[in-house]
């Protein structure tokens, strides 16, 4: 079910005006996968919800956007945090699923090893991501 964007472009923009330029900039990434790496205390948090308001803001709904993280303490505490910064403002943000790296290989049937593998070539290389997603809109009937 698509949101009209309406109902949500208000609560987006309030969620982007608490953000600095260069976190503005990442979460009104065009639509589609987004890939988020900065050092710890840096706001990655808030630009993720942020990014989630923004896609909720532009009709994307919220069961077609897919959430990464690497551990279970991680994703606890993103769910968390929509659950409790971006649900309250935003209708049917708590239909966002958050799942482990390895959760979304279970659910795929891909062995993750091959998902981690995938990533430590991409870093060892410097080079940007050039499949998989870590946050944006999923297609799975393709």
Known sequence: MTIAPSATAAAAGGLLASLDPEQRAAAMLPDGPALFIAPAGSGKTTTLIARLGVLLGRGVA?????VVTFNRDAAAELGARIASRLAPHVPRAEAIVVRTLHALGSSLGHPVSWAVQEASVRNHY???PSRGFVLGTVDCEA
């Open 62 to 66: 919220a069961d077609r956007i897919g």
């Open 126 to 128: 410097h080079s940007p």
